[in-house]
Every structure is written in structure tokens, then in C-alpha cells.
């Protein structure tokens, strides 16, 4: 967890993800809910499949907190994923 807190404090504006925050995903519509696994992208039976390879995502620091939905999960990516 050190090393995500200390992303999220010292995150500024930068092109690398890595020095602009933490970057994270929301589940939403574009995930795997109808099956329990949010976690996995949209299934190739659902209108959403041919965004599959885009997933909506957010960087957030100690400056800027805002997520796109105020009550849904999600989970940390690696900044270089």
C-alpha cells in the first residue's frame, strides 16, 4: 500500500501515469456483470463487445478525487498496463 499512497499524494500533471496519480477502473456497463466477474470485459454476446479492448478508466491524486460514478467498485491498474 506504500507505494499507492504515495502515487496518489504526489501525483501531478504529467504524460506518464505513473507520476500523475493512481489510475483505476470503474465497473460499469462495459464489464462482465451479468456473469459475477466485473473484473473481465464486456462477454462477445453483449453490445459492448466490440469495445473490448478500451476500458473507461480514471487517474486520480491528492488533487483530483473525482470518479465518474459516486457508487459503483472497481480496481487499481498497474500504470504501465
Known sequence: WGEL???FRAGRPSNRISSA???????????DLDH???WLP???SHW???HQQQWP?????DLVRKLY???MGGM??????
Open 76 to 81: 487499481v491498474l498497474a500504470p504501465s498496463a
Open 5 to 7: 499512497n504515495a502515487r
Open 36 to 38: 459475477g466477474r466485473p
Open 57 to 61: 478508466s480514471s487517474i486520480i491524486n
Open 21 to 31: 496519480g493512481v489510475l483505476v477502473r470503474q465497473f460499469d456497463g462495459q464489464s
Open 42 to 44: 464486456c462477454p462477445s
Open 48 to 50: 459492448c463487445h466490440s
Open 69 to 71: 460514478f459516486d457508487d
